[in-house]
């Protein structure tokens, strides 16, 4: 089985930058695939960011130039990066990994999600 543990969510000014970070643990063989979701209160849930284990990275049109997706192999934590900050960027952010557990299963795992609320 494999935990992800969610963090660094909270209430910044515009303009602001935070950094979630998505931790994984347990029985992980590798990570395929890491995403950034988020979803406003009304709103479906959104791909913000994503990377392959190749190190692609791709970014929803509204964050490019100020969202950085990166990990820490050797941690098994996915990090994203949130600068100039909006009000429109206001919704909980959730990781989502797809996690080879053996050479031949893999199961995808999302995290319990992280408020980030931009306000004056």
């Known amino acids: 089985q494999v935990q992800l543990v969610e963090s660094g969510g909270g209430l910044v000014q515009p303009g602001g930058s935070l950094r979630l970070s998505c931790a994984a643990s347990?029985?992980?063989?590798?990570?395929?695939?890491m995403e950034w979701y988020r979803q406003a209160p009304g709103n479906q849930r959104e791909l913000v960011a994503s990377m392959t284990s190749g190190g692609s990275t791709n970014y929803t049109t509204s964050v490019k130039g100020r969202f950085t997706i990166s990990r820490d192999n050797a941690k098994n934590t996915v990090y994203l990066q949130m600068n100039s900050l909006k009000p429109e960027d206001t919704a909980v952010y959730y990781c989502?990994?797809?996690?080879?557990?053996?050479?031949?299963?893999?199961?995808?795992?999302w995290g319990q999600g992280t408020q980030v609320t931009v306000s004056s």
């Open positions: 989502k990994l797809t996690v080879r557990l053996t050479m031949s299963w893999q199961n995808d795992y």
């Open positions: 347990g029985s992980i063989f590798s990570i395929r695939v």
